[in-house]
């Protein structure tokens, strides 16, 4: 199979929709309760509000949906962590900006989907949500790491799984030291730089 590029450039595609941006991802990294899913929830509501397309990918309706299939060994963590990537050049090719929000905590894993945006022409930023697992773990707003602790959860990353932190991550987020609201600018400011919004 070989892939065909779309007759339509990213930004006829754009202009044609009317849109405020071309399509783009934005792939959140880090550990449990780092902050992921409440800055890409955050994010997504203030795009939305400029008239910016923007649309979430997580364990909720990836994990349940397109990839129920899948367990957590590591093949399937691989499998599922490409089929985000995937849909999230698809989403980022149709015009969306994608917020992907997994914790992700293979450098592979993630290389590997910047390499299909990247192939594309589809922008792709590597948002590293950094705090101490000390902070993570005080926050655990899923209880999962006094499961893992307790010995009821097993290769959990940051216990009893490794998480790579990102070599070169386009943006790092330090949550414990950031409002949501700093952290959301951050990542505004990313994408008028990278000319995924458009200044006027
Ligand atoms: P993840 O998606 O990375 O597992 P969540 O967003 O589900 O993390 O949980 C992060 C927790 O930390 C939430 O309860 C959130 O309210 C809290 N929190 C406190 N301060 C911040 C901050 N500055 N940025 C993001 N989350 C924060």
């Given amino acids: 199979m070989v892939w065909s590029d779309a007759l339509l450039t990213k930004e006829e595609r754009s202009k044609l929709l009317g849109a405020k941006n071309v399509g783009a991802t934005l792939w959140v990294t880090g550990l449990s309760g780092s902050g992921k899913s409440t800055i890409a929830a955050a ?8 008239g ?5 990918l997580d364990g909720d309706n990836i994990r ?7 367990g957590f060994s590591a ?4 499998e599922n962590l490409r089929r985000i990537g995937e849909v ?3 989403f980022a090719d149709a015009g969306v900006v994608a917020i992907t929000s997994f914790i992700s905590p293979y450098r592979a894993s993630r290389d590997k989907a910047r390499q299909i945006h990247e192939k594309r022409g589809l922008p792709f930023v590597e948002v590293f949500a950094y705090v101490p697992l000390e902070v993570a773990e005080a926050r655990d707003p899923k209880g999962l790491y006094k499961k ?9 990353t940051g216990i009893d799984d490794p998480y790579e932190e990102p070599l070169r991550p386009e943006v790092t987020l330090p949550t414990h030291q ?7 600018d951050k990542l505004i400011e990313q994408l008028y730089e990278r000319g995924v919004l458009k200044r006027k």
């Fill in 64 to 70: 349940f949906g397109l990839n129920a299939g899948l």
């Fill in 75 to 78: 093949a399937d963590r691989e």
């Fill in 52 to 56: 910016v397309n923007a649309y979430r």
């Fill in 178 to 184: 950031l409002s949501v609201e700093q952290s959301c």
């Fill in 148 to 156: 893992a602790r307790a010995g009821q959860l097993k290769n959990f």
């Fill in 88 to 90: 999230s050049a698809l």
């Fill in 43 to 50: 994010l997504e509501k203030k795009l939305l509000e400029r």
